[in-house]
């Protein structure tokens, strides 16, 4: 999370930094600050709040090389002066990750006489950069980057030398060149429209950028050599086009990002790639899928339909437990690593430990540099296109499509053909869903609710999980999602006349079952709505339920991709009739590069 970004060579540092820093914005919305470099002195702004807080003070800068951040707090509060970037002693720095031995680091350089003015584990960078200062910039950063532990992405400025230093270890740092400027910044879209070729910094890698020249080396001081190539299409910036909020453009976005994944898949020949690697190992054993948050919800509910199509044990688990217990992963297991970003630090960690445990590694991500598809084995694109919203919508359904593909690759057979056509068919299914559903009953529905739960069964469970995430992150009305048969095991407790829970069917055998449920909500006083897929759910249930929203059926295993969609509208329509901004809900960013 933050996001950083330099520059050197342009006209006016502080203009291009603002309107990058803009574009960052999506990775953290707690502060902003810039810095220059003028005649040899730096001068840096910075302030609470979104970037358009900085636009006064930043139009008063200009200089010709600078540095920026946007941040999303880990250590030290919101503030003016936990905002980067960090200024002491001719040297500026702005961070994106955590040093986690801060707090030794700022003991000694307290001792040695350094004065801090933040609470951030990040200040202590700018220290150490002055500390080892003896005329030789590289010997300095050198000697700094050593001393730390943790993960840093950093952007530095030093009042001797006119440009700027970028220092990866474990976050993303990206190089562009434009004629005679050099940029770099945390991630493609930031440079987009600035530079014409990029290269992506390697872990242990710092570049040197100053008078239109890179160079680059490692944490020995050994020359790197890095390969520019023209800016990705991929990496292209989103706009709004006339929508009032990227989320309610990305839910419209939800055909064409099934679409493009699929093509996606056939195009980069996923199918072979992956039968291929099953053929080798005899075929796998087991399977484990893991992500966080959405992505988390769509390993789940690729881990039922695996089990259902390839009769081999499949299980979702979160990244960040993952990480942190004996591996199950073996020789024989196929790991799924699904992560929009491919950036999430639990997730590119499960991956690694999973790697090391031997398992096939398989990326599922919408951003094809990112630094999971470095580690992963193969990689299976989604092409859900660049994704603004903090909350992810498009990105879930291009997933949860990719995952479909995946499995039936591994059947193989008549499956992998027939579930090309089966996704064909979804387009239309979720511009149904998009365009018919009438979300705004029960979008008010759940803004005057004091409680929402979600419950489903099967397939409806994920998805349920899902919608209830959705509905949590972007309106902060509380709740939970539930298997439909757990909710009585204790939840039940909650449900009076302020809660309301939404069931989930969309396969008929199961519809009695959650009406079951649903009959046990009533008898509590608690009041109850439906989405369902055409058919499936009871006559009677549908009758007594405050709401309730018919999508067409399908497929069980893409049946997530089209029963989402109503679950999106509502936590969309929810925040807006809260006044709430869908597209940054507080105390959130969209790339968690974080433990
Ligand atoms: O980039 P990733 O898919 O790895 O991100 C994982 C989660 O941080 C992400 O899905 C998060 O839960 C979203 N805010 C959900 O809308």
Not at 549 to 563: A, D, N, Q, Y
Request: one cysteine or more; proline letters at 4%; charged letters at 20%.
């Amino acid at each position: 999370m933050c996001g950083i970004i330099g520059c050197t060579g342009v006209k006016c540092a502080s203009e291009i930094l603002y309107k990058g820093l803009e574009d960052l914005e999506y990775r953290g919305y707690d502060s902003a600050g810039i810095a220059v470099l003028e005649g040899g002195r730096i001068t840096a702004v910075k302030k609470k709040g979104r970037v358009y807080a900085l636009k006064r003070a930043a139009e008063q800068l200009c200089g010709t090389s600078g540095i920026g951040h946007t941040r999303w707090a880990t250590h030290g509060r919101p503030s003016d002066e936990n905002a980067h970037p960090h200024t002491y002693g001719g040297f500026s720095v702005v961070h994106n990750g955590i040093i986690e031995n801060y707090a030794e680091l700022k003991e000694e350089l307290i001792a040695e006489g350094h004065t801090f003015s933040s609470q951030t584990d990040s200040e202590v960078v700018v220290h150490l950069l002055s500390k080892y200062y003896r005329g030789d910039l590289k010997e300095a950063v050198l000697a700094a980057v050593r001393r730390l532990k943790g993960a840093f992405a950093l952007c530095i400025l030093c009042s001797r030398y006119e440009g700027f230093v970028a220092v990866k270890y474990r976050n993303p740092i990206i190089v562009g060149a434009g004629g005679e400027a050099l940029y770099a910044a945390s991630d493609m879209p930031a440079l987009a429209g600035l530079a014409e070729s990029v290269a992506v910094l390697r872990d242990g890698q710092i570049a040197f950028a100053s008078d239109g020249k890179i160079s680059f080396c490692n944490f020995s001081g050994e020359p790197e050599s890095l390969t520019f190539s023209p800016v990705p299409a991929a990496a292209r910036g989103a706009r709004l086009c006339g929508f009032p909020h990227y989320m309610i453009k990305e839910i419209n976005e939800i055909p064409a990002a099934v679409k493009n994944t699929v093509h996606a898949f056939t195009d980069d020949k996923c199918f072979s790639v992956i039968s291929r690697a099953a053929k080798k190992r005899g075929g796998f054993k087991d399977i484990l899928l893991c992500g966080c948050g959405t992505a988390y919800h769509s390993a789940l509910a690729a881990a039922y339909f695996a089990e259902d199509i390839l009769g081999v044990p499949a299980r979702a688990e979160t990244a960040g437990e993952f990480r942190y217990r004996k591996s199950a992963a073996g020789a024989g297991t196929l790991f799924v690593a699904v992560s929009q970003s491919g950036e999430t630090a639990d997730t590119v960690e499960a991956a690694r430990a999973a790697k090391e445990a031997g398992a096939f590694v398989l990326a599922v991500t919408n951003v094809p540099y990112s630094a999971l598809t470095g580690i992963a084995d193969a990689v299976v694109p989604v092409r859900a296109g660049t994704e603004v919203c903090v909350a992810a919508t498009k990105s879930y359904c291009g997933q949860v499509a990719a995952l479909a593909l995946v499995i039936a690759s591994l059947k193989g057979g008549s499956v992998y053909p027939r579930m090309i056509e089966e996704l064909k068919d979804i387009e239309s299914k979720c511009a149904a869903a998009i365009s018919d559903c009438g979300v705004e009953a029960a979008a008010r529905a759940c803004a005057s609710s004091s409680g929402v739960y979600f419950i489903g069964r099967g397939i409806d469970y994920p998805v349920a999980l899902e919608g209830s995430l959705k509905l949590k992150e972007v309106s902060y009305v509380p709740g939970e999602g539930y298997p439909a048969g757990e909710l009585k095991h204790g939840t039940i407790a909650l449900i009076d006349g302020g809660t309301l829970t939404v069931a989930m069917i969309t396969d008929r055998k199961l519809g009695e079952k959650t009406a079951s449920a649903v009959e046990q909500i009533y008898s509590r006083g608690g009041r109850a709505a439906v989405v369902c897929a055409s058919g499936c759910a009871p006559k009677t249930l549908l009758e007594r339920a405050e709401f309730f929203i018919e999508v067409p059926s399908c497929k069980s295993c893409l049946s997530p991709i089209v029963s989402v969609i109503p679950l999106q509208l509502i936590a969309y329509r929810t925040a807006v009739i809260l006044g709430r901004d869908p597209d940054k809900p507080r105390n959130l960013a969209k790339s968690v590069t974080v433990e």
